[in-house]
T-cell receptor, first 109, second 116 residues
């Protein structure tokens, strides 16, 4: 079966750095997405990785290792507004998005 | 760019009635639109995939006669929850994939459905 694992919840301090991991086992791979979702709102796109390596975009970076079936989202200089759920999703061989359950990130002052 | 709207944003209806939710891509043409349902503290659950001009493809366990999907144009898809029951209360989110480009899905703001 297809499976995406990410931690259920993480806590970090304002101004710090946090890394949210995602491991996946899917039938084929056509890219990995990270989305941010605030409570009661729809997800918003953060990043898309299809090749190995690190993609940096401002305070957020996303890393992919296809051989390990592993990705992480790195958030730097954390702000209170970063408190949200972070969803990892993989595009499988049928170009269908397989979603992780999401990681709820709690930022403390 | 890549804005998706949903209407209504919030609806309360009585058990047994039907509710229609509209999803529009405002500034791009969407070959494919997706309908998701999300229960509190759970991840997105794909309900169905709809392609313009053809029948929707429903995920296992989703009743196609209960959740009617119409994708009449490249910018509009509708989801009708027929004979709604309290257990249908959920957050319904649509997303759209652009005609061109990669496989990113652009999400609408969601519709909170409460069935009393």
């Amino acid at each position: 079966g297809q499976n995406i694992d990410q931690p259920t919840e993480m806590t970090a301090t304002e101004g710090a750095i946090v890394q949210i991991n995602c491991t996946y086992q899917t039938s084929g791979f056509n890219g990995l997405f990270w989305y941010q979702q605030h409570a009661g709102e729809a997800p918003t796109f953060l990043s898309y990785n299809v090749l190995d390596g690190l993609e940096e975009k401002g305070r957020f970076s996303s890393f992919l290792s296809r051989s390990k079936g592993y990705s992480y989202l790195l958030l730097k200089e954390l702000q209170m507004k970063d408190s949200a759920s972070y969803l990892c999703a993989v595009l499988d061989s049928n170009y269908q998005l397989i979603w992780g359950a999401g990681t709820k990130l709690i930022i403390k002052p | 760019g890549a804005v998706v709207s949903q209407h209504p944003s919030r609806v309360i209806c009585k058990s047994g009635t039907s509710v229609k939710i509209e999803c529009r891509s405002l500034d791009f043409q969407a070959t494919t639109m997706f309908w998701y349902r999300q229960f509190p503290k759970q991840s997105l659950m794909l309900m169905a995939t709809s392609n313009e001009g053809s029948k929707a493809t429903y995920e296992q366990g989703v009743e196609k006669d209960k959740f009617l999907i119409n994708h009449a144009s490249l910018t509009l898809s509708t989801l009708t929850v027929t004979s709604a029951h309290p257990e249908d209360s959920s957050f319904y989110i649509c997303s759209a994939k652009a005609l061109e480009g990669v496989y990113e899905q652009y999400f609408g703001p969601g519709t909170r459905l409460t069935v009393t």
